[in-house]
Every structure is written in C-alpha cells, then in structure tokens.
C-alpha cells in the first residue's frame, strides 16, 4: 500500500485566488494522487467553488493561520504534515524519491520541523543527514512559516495557543537575537541543503512579486493567474536585497543598517528585520 502524505494550506479566504493558482502549478509538479490535500480558511466564509480533490476545513472569521494548521492536522492525523502558504508556489518536479529520503532522515533523527527553503548563513554547519542541517539558535529567519514539513507533536504543542504566523516567527527571531544562542543548535529543527521544492514565494503584501508573476505566466501558459496588483520596482529591489543579505549580516551591523533603511524606506520595512 503506498503511503500517503499530508499537505496542508492555510489561508486568508481573500487569497483564495492565489490559492487556486498555487494548486494549478502544484498538481503539475507534485503526483497528486500520493496525498491528502486540504485548504483550512480563514476570513469571511468564501462561498466558491473549490479545486476538486481537495478537502477543506473553515475556521472562523479571526482564526489566525497557525491554528488553521493547528484544526487540519487534528483532523487528518499524520505523523508529518507538509505545509504551505497559498503563495509558496513549487516551481519545479518533486521526486518521489527525495520525498521518502526526506521523510526518513526526519523520523530517524526525531525533527519536530524542518524549512523547506534552504537558506545560506555564516555559521559552522552541522548537518544531521544528507538532505537537511540543523538550525543554529543565533540563525535568523530559519523558522518560517512560509513552507516546511511539521510533526504532529510539534504542531500540537507549537500552534494550540492561536498564535499568528507573524508571532510564532518572531518568537524564534528573539532566540537567534539572544546572545545566548551563540554556537548552540536546536535539537529537532532543521533546514533543507538544497531547494528540492523550487519554492518560490508570489505574493508580497497582497500583491505580486512581477519576476515571479512572468516566470509563471510563461511555464504554466495555459494557468489564468490572479488580476492583482504588482509590487513596486523599487520595493521590490530592496525585498529581494534584504533576503539575500540579511541572514548573514551579524546582529550589530544588521541594527545599523535597519536604521539607516528605515530612512529611506521606512513605510516598505518589515519591523521584523
């Protein structure tokens, strides 16, 4: 009997657009028949017609996403969730074979959450198998809420209390602050080594990324992409900036480049830098 995997896909029901769009571009790149989709909405109630196949769970008006996960996976009990944001688009094939890879390095080095975005750093790396390193506690952005495959446990444990997804990275961006975290790794959080997934993230404060818009458009010609508006040229130079730089820029410099940025571009700035 081949094993099935679960993903979930929390979401705001004012994305849902994106959401069809991110599922369009998943089913083409993911074989669809190995897994139990769900979609848990938040927001308004949304009344649509929703993709077929996938299994949906409403939460309330001002249900924040982490508890959408949080409802699902109590619904659909697995021992590891894959979860991505409506947004998190997987541009390219999935193997099976590194999925199962995957899954076994995380059972066997008992991973509570693993990133599915790898992420460069100036830190030693210790890698806990093949595909995946662990998280140095002083790693800034290494816990994102973005894309990445949970356990049951820490599901349960990490998203019982209505947390939002802003606060529960924020939680682990005070930990990397602490200098405290230096040269100490967490037991069961990890990262993956290479970009199995091709995620690439579409959306940017309702609207989107335009290279990430026109590399769609152009793979997936028959997809009709969401009509929303696109960042600016100049936002989204200092976004893309920012990604790339930050996660190895030490914490007293990155303090004085946030100050200095706020100058310039003050309203753009995510306080979370």
């Not at 008992?110 to 210790?126: D, N, R, S, V």
């Not at 949970?150 to 200098?179: H, M, Q, V």
């Amino acid at each position: 009997m081949q094993e099935k995997y679960v993903i979930i896909v929390p979401t705001h029901s004012s994305y849902i657009d994106v959401c069809e769009n991110f599922i369009e571009v998943l089913h083409r790149n993911w074989n669809p028949e190995k897994y139990i989709c769900i979609l848990s909405i938040c927001g308004p109630q949304y009344k649509g017609k929703i993709s077929e196949g996938w299994n949906v769970v409403y939460n309330g008006e001002n249900t924040p996403l982490p508890t959408c996960v949080y409802n699902a996976a109590s619904l659909y009990p697995s021992d590891y969730y894959f979860v991505f944001l409506g947004d998190a688009f997987i541009d390219g094939k999935v193997s099976d074979s590194y999925i199962s890879e995957l899954l076994n390095e995380l059972r066997n080095e008992k991973i509570g959450y693993c990133k599915l975005e790898p992420q460069g750093h100036w830190a030693k790396t210790k890698c806990a198998g093949k595909l995946i390193r662990y998280i140095q506690k002083s790693e800034r952005y290494a816990h994102s809420f973005v894309a990445y495959v949970a356990s049951g446990k820490f599901i349960r444990e990490e998203f019982c209390e209505n947390i939002t997804d802003r606060e529960f990275e924020l939680k682990y961006l005070e930990i990397a602050n602490d200098p405290k975290s230096k040269n100490s790794f967490f037991d069961d959080r990890v990262i993956v080594l290479r970009n199995e997934f091709s995620i690439t993230a579409g959306i940017e404060k309702g609207m989107w990324d335009r290279g990430v818009l026109n590399r769609l458009k152009k793979r997936y010609p028959d997809v009709t992409f969401a009509e929303r508006d696109k960042v600016g040229i100049a936002q989204q130079l200092y976004m893309k900036a920012r990604l790339r730089l930050l996660p190895f820029v030490p914490n007293g410099l990155r303090r004085v480049i946030k100050s200095k940025m706020m100058r310039c571009f003050g309203k753009w700035m995510d306080t979370k830098i």
